[in-house]
């Protein structure tokens, strides 16, 4: 099968990939002629294991290039990004999927597949994607089939859930969804569960608006214990010993171009039936200024100003900045007159080592769960002026003996503390 994946990012490029290992002959579309030159060199530009090995397999078998311009195919995957638009409730920006139709139509014909894995809102399947195929003389569910099908993958692991997770295909027809069904079936070892397409729209929105609630609550947890003065990382450990009972773990914020963005789609389009989502957004958008404002106790009496970030990126492991929170925390410090160093081994425009990043500090601050970051060697604190960190991700596991380590259990601990210094000061 002649397959045309539109957007090559962490999701388009791996299904490509993918797709074309297993035996599809796959033309990866994206619109910057310098990643479509390095792909077909045999060069990935993100971070996943196994990619790159993947990708030099496909170049040799002769099943993947990369293109500025589509092709004609037999089926056409859109992978491109919906990032929220600056409206009142940050609903959601089609126009890269519109872009994306736009510019394969000149070459789907009779019989052709087009899906969406891209998130979505509820209905854009129905309200934006089918109108725009039709304005093209085609009969969806006839002579031309529609489906979502989206993606629900772990960054770090893309390679292997994308054959092994179960799989929604949302077709707008019976045999829409079949016919999608066809082209996953030739990889996916999952389930494939087939749906309607606004119950795969809607589905996919909410594994993602679930997990932002329940962080939500673990975050408020931390700030509630900070304030009664209680160890909410302890409460949390006790309250998961319940069979039924499964607090997540609070943090700096949420990030990534899923938690912190597909929320909104099913806000905006039901904004009154909604308070509860929109109150969780507002829980997991206040931690950044919330992570600053302790940052800001923690170093009121210190001599130094520098403050050094462990991690930009969203999660561990990963080199993906999108949405983090870390970044935000990263320009509020700024503007609060700190000295900012950054260190992180996985964003590759952050050339400085932990040594160099430490050198003068006054504090650590640990925004990203990093498996670099679960033991801190002492050639890094060793060179600070004050040797403290501050771990809001509960990631360290070792620090050295003259470190004084904080995290959401013990924060109240610390403050108080950092209090009675200063008044004996």
């Known amino acids: 099968m002649k397959i045309t994946v539109i957007g090559l990012g962490y999701i388009g490029l791996p299904t490509a990939i993918l797709l074309a290992k297993y035996g599809h002959k796959v033309t990866g579309v994206d619109l910057s002629p310098w990643m479509t030159t390095q792909l077909n060199a045999g060069l990935i530009h993100i971070e996943e294991p196994g990619l790159e090995q993947d990708l030099e397999e496909v170049l040799l078998l002769g099943n993947f290039c990369a293109s500025t311009q589509p092709i004609s195919a037999d089926a056409y995957i859109i992978a491109v990004p919906t990032p929220n638009k600056a409206d009142q409730y940050q609903s959601c920006d089609t126009s890269y999927i519109e872009a994306a139709l736009m510019s394969i139509l000149p070459y789907v014909k009779a019989n052709d597949t087009i899906i969406v894995e891209s998130t979505i809102a509820p209905r854009t ?22 489906a979502h099908c989206p993606e629900r993958v772990l960054p770090g692991n893309i390679m292997h859930e994308l054959i092994h997770n179960p799989r929604i295909i949302g077709g707008i027809t019976d045999a829409c969804t079949e016919k999608a069904a066809a082209v996953y079936g030739t ?25 932002d609630v329940n962080i939500a609550l673990a975050n408020e947890l931390a700030k509630i214990s900070d ?11 006790m309250a998961n010993k319940h069979p039924r009972v499964n607090v997540h773990q609070p943090g700096p914020g949420v990030g990534g171009h899923c938690l912190a963005v597909d929320p909104y789609f099913v806000i905006a389009a039901a904004p009154e039936q909604s308070p509860l989502m929109q109150t969780a957004r507002a829980v997991n958008n206040s931690m950044p200024a919330y992570v600053v404002q302790q940052v800001q106790i923690l170093m009121a009496e210190r001599e130094g100003n520098q403050v050094t970030l462990f991690g930009l990126t969203y999660k561990g492991n990963i080199d993906d900045v999108r949405e983090s929170p870390a970044m935000e925390i990263r320009d509020r410090l700024d503007e609060a007159g700190f000295e900012v160093r ?48 501050l771990d809001t991700k509960n990631i360290v ?22 209090q009675v210094a200063g008044v004996q000061g």
């Open 125 to 146: 399947m129905v309200d934006v994607v089918q109108p725009m195929v039709e304005k093209n003389g085609f009969r969806v569910g006839e002579d031309i089939f529609l």
């Open 187 to 211: 990889f996916v070892k999952g389930e494939m569960i087939k749906a309607q397409a606004g119950e795969a729209e809607l589905s996919k929105l909410m594994e993602n608006t679930y997990r």
């Open 227 to 237: 304030h009664l003065g209680i160890d909410a990382l302890r409460v949390i450990e």
């Open 342 to 389: 950054v260190f992180d081994p996985h964003v590759a425009e952050l050339p400085l080592t932990g040594e160099e990043a430490c050198e003068g500090s006054s504090l650590i601050l640990v925004l990203s769960d990093h498996d670099e970051f679960r033991n801190i060697p002492t050639s890094y604190t060793d060179r600070m002026r004050d040797a403290t960190i």
């Open 397 to 418: 596991q070792s620090v050295g003996t003259k470190v004084n380590y904080v995290n959401y259990g013990n924060l109240y601990k610390a403050k108080k503390a950092q």
